[in-house]
């Protein structure tokens, strides 16, 4: 069933986060860090279970393909620092900028692509301005990635538009909004929000309005910033010794490729995957943890045959699309977004193509953001690494005897972001429970799969409680809750979104049987005490 995220609250999601120990601000007790997280007890469970099964799903027991073959996928550790040539030649020395826009008078910095512009569009009698150089001034600008997510920031400060407020948002042109205004009086009017074009950042920054201030007069033209962390290996701190954080897990794949073949004897096709951090000092680390400066990444690099790449471009953006759905992300809150020619990455050009799986997080409803982007890179990066490396990385082809690099399709999702989708999916409110909210993950997700409580202090009921929680334990996430009415304990359950409570009653001293209270639709029923892991067994799936 689809959750519409319309009316759920970035704010109450945060907070819920805090309070239920999903996520903290990193070195909170220091007054933070912008764009560094903690995962809590909850949160660190449930990033692990994502990681899992990812895991499991990809590596252990990946997918038939498209002609009912087994797949075969090997994983990978590699190292956060690697010689800083990798990145030279991945590219990422050269290419990982973003041209970046300050702000004079505020010292803040943001992305010169994720300005966007709030237009009058047609108003009675408040006509736009036109500036020297030719461009329609914005009434006022905002930071975000997409116009929507502008929208979405636009109706919670409506003070940005003063007189007017947005009654209605539709999409306009490519990648416009058209919203329908109206001021205290009544009057209406119409606006339209889409990004700032560079060119008008570049020629005519000091006529667009500061999404800080509103002044103008205050920003810089877009300047190119290098999004990679630096760091030293050794004592000594010279040039000689940099290197950086890895920006993405995927070069470590490609570094590995050549070890992977002369080891595990695969053929192509073939994939590796990896799961671990990546760091790149993004301008504006925003939304909780959607946009961060350190996260985590779950990359596979599928190389095949280069005629073959297309339809494993294919086969890959169907695969990753139903697993995120099996998770329990629902069909009207994902979407597939095609790359355009322009927005291609320098290793997928002159490919099949790139293509975002996006989802519809709060903060850009009614519009979609990127949860995983898959890409065919071409045979840029063995290419790369075998001109700067100077080692032969071409695969030979015993059947057909032939040599050649093989072509890679990239799925690469991320987890840090993967884990604020599932949060976002899961949030429900529901003003007739006591916890006013709940979180409906997935069984095989849930940071606590199951709940064990005596209902009352008293008789044997605790002990036959701790019997069954110790069974339990072994296998599953399960928490055992005497404190406080039992009403009470469900709604902490609740908040945790622990799927299955067992609550061993006066009942089950006489017949062996306990009560089951299920969490989305707070029903319950009696199993023997002997069923309850088969009970859950059944209900894990994946
Ligand atoms: P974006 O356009 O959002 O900056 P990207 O296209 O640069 O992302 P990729 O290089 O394709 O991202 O990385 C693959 C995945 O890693 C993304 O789909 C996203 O889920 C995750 N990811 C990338 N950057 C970040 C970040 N700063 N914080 C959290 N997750 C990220």
Wanted: charged share 25%.
């Amino acid at each position: 069933m689809s959750t519409p995220t319309a009316a759920k609250s970035m704010d109450e999601i945060v907070a819920l986060c805090k309070r239920r120990g999903f996520i903290f601000p990193a070195s909170e007790i220091y007054g933070g860090i912008n764009g560094f997280w903690d995962y809590g007890p909850l949160g660190v469970e449930l990033k692990n279970n994502l990681r899992d099964a990812w895991w499991h799903d990809m590596v252990r027991c990946p997918p038939a393909g498209p002609d009912g073959e087994q797949l075969e996928i090997v994983g990978l550790d590699s190292a956060i620092i690697q010689n800083p040539k990798v990145w030279e030649a991945s590219g990422h020395v050269g290419g990982f900028n973003d041209p970046m826009v300050d702000d004079k008078e505020t010292k803040q910095r943001f992305r010169a692509d994720h300005l966007q512009g709030f237009f009058l569009d047609v108003t009675p009698d408040k006509p736009s301005k036109t500036a020297a150089s030719g461009h329609t001034i914005p009434l006022c600008t905002v930071v975000a990635s997409n116009p929507s997510e502008a929208v979405a920031i636009l109706i919670e400060q409506p003070k940005l538009i003063k007189p007017w407020r947005i009654q209605k948002a539709v999409p306009h042109r490519k990648d416009q909004i058209r919203v329908a205004l109206k001021d205290q009086d009544g009057t209406s009017g119409f606006g339209i929000v889409f990004a700032i074009e560079r060119e008008f950042l570049e020629h005519a920054p000091n006529e667009i309005p500061s999404p800080f201030t509103a002044n103008t007069g205050a920003l810089t033209p877009p300047r190119q910033f290098n999004l990679m962390f630096e760091t030293w290996y050794g004592a000594i701190k010279s040039d000689e010794y940099k290197t950086y954080l890895r920006p993405e897990t995927a070069q470590g794949l490609f570094l590995n490729y050549k070890n992977i073949l002369d080891t595990m004897r695969v053929k192509v096709p073939f994939g590796i995957a990896q799961i671990g951090k990546a760091f790149r000092n993004e301008v504006n680390p925003r939304n909780f943890i959607y946009r961060s400066r350190e996260f985590e990444q779950m990359e596979m690099e599928w190389f095949c045959r280069p005629e073959d790449a297309p339809k494993w471009f294919e086969f890959w953006q169907q695969q990753r699309l139903s697993w995120w759905k099996s998770l329990g992300l629902s069909d009207d809150n994902l979407t597939i977004r095609q790359h355009d020619e322009d927005e291609l990455s320098h290793y997928a050009q002159g490919g099949a193509g790139t293509v975002d799986i996006e989802y519809r997080f709060p903060f850009t409803h009614p519009g979609f953001a990127e949860l995983e982007g898959i890409a065919h890179r071409t045979d840029f990066d063995l290419k790369a690494h075998q001109e700067h490396a100077r080692v032969k990385l071409e695969y030979f082809d015993q059947e057909r005897n032939k040599r050649y690099i093989p072509h890679v399709v990239e799925p690469a999702a991320g987890l840090t972001r993967g884990v604020l989708a599932l949060i976002c999916e899961a949030y429900t409110p529901d003003p007739d429970r006591p916890s006013k909210v709940f979180l409906r993950f997935h069984p095989r997700l849930a940071p606590i799969q199951a709940a064990v409580f005596p209902l009352v202090a008293k008789n044997d009921m605790p002990q036959q409680a701790e019997n069954l929680y110790q069974q339990l334990r072994k296998k599953y996430a399960t928490r055992f809750d005497i404190k406080q009415s039992i009403g009470k304990r469900y709604a902490r359950m609740d908040e945790s979104g622990t799927p299955f409570c067992f609550t061993i009653d006066g009942q089950t001293l006489a017949d062996q049987t306990v009560t089951v209270r299920d969490r989305d639709d707070c029903s319950q029923q009696r199993i023997g005490i002997a069923q309850v892991a088969g009970f859950l067994a059944d209900r894990m799936g994946g």
